[in-house]
């Protein structure tokens, strides 16, 4: 009710400095009233593909990949790190001077 008040409250005052000829402050509320919404996404994808729409249902879901994600067992996250550094040379990580000219030069030509 209050909300359904303000807003006609709002739009009455912009027909006012319409009315009035106040372009600066008519598109000043305009803007005003278009950047302070925000539209919140509220649905994800269940682990199966499913869309999921529910507040709590979507709340779960993230707290479950989260959980996944942070809680994982340190073997996987040990053996990966091995596995790339066995990949790259201690040598070939460690940029040139040439190297990090050349790359300064690129990024100044953007």
């Given at each position: 009710?209050?909300?359904?008040?303000?807003?006609?409250?709002?739009?009455?005052?912009?027909?006012?400095?319409?009315?009035?000829?106040?372009?600066?402050?008519?598109?000043r509320d305009i803007n005003k009233l278009?950047?302070?919404?925000?539209?919140?996404?509220?649905?994800?994808?269940?682990?199966?593909?499913?869309?999921?729409?529910?507040?709590?249902?979507?709340?779960?879901?993230?707290?479950?990949?989260?959980?996944?994600?942070?809680?994982?067992?340190?073997?996987?996250?040990?053996?990966?790190?091995?596995?790339?550094?066995?990949?790259?040379?201690?040598?070939?990580?460690?940029?040139?001077?040439?190297?990090?000219?050349?790359?300064?030069?690129?990024?100044?030509?953007?």
């Amino acid at each position: 009710m209050k909300k359904k008040q303000h807003e006609n409250n709002q739009v009455e005052r912009l027909e006012e400095l319409g009315q009035q000829h106040q372009t600066r402050k008519f598109y000043r509320d305009i803007n005003k009233l278009r950047k302070d919404f925000k539209l919140r996404i509220t649905i994800c994808k269940s682990k199966n593909g499913d869309i999921i729409t529910e507040k709590g249902d979507t709340l779960n879901r993230w707290k479950d990949h989260f959980h996944e994600l942070l809680n994982s067992t340190e073997q996987n996250k040990g053996s990966s790190v091995t596995q790339d550094h066995k990949d790259t040379n201690e040598e070939d990580s460690t940029p040139t001077i040439e190297e990090t000219g050349n790359g300064n030069s690129k990024i100044k030509e953007l």
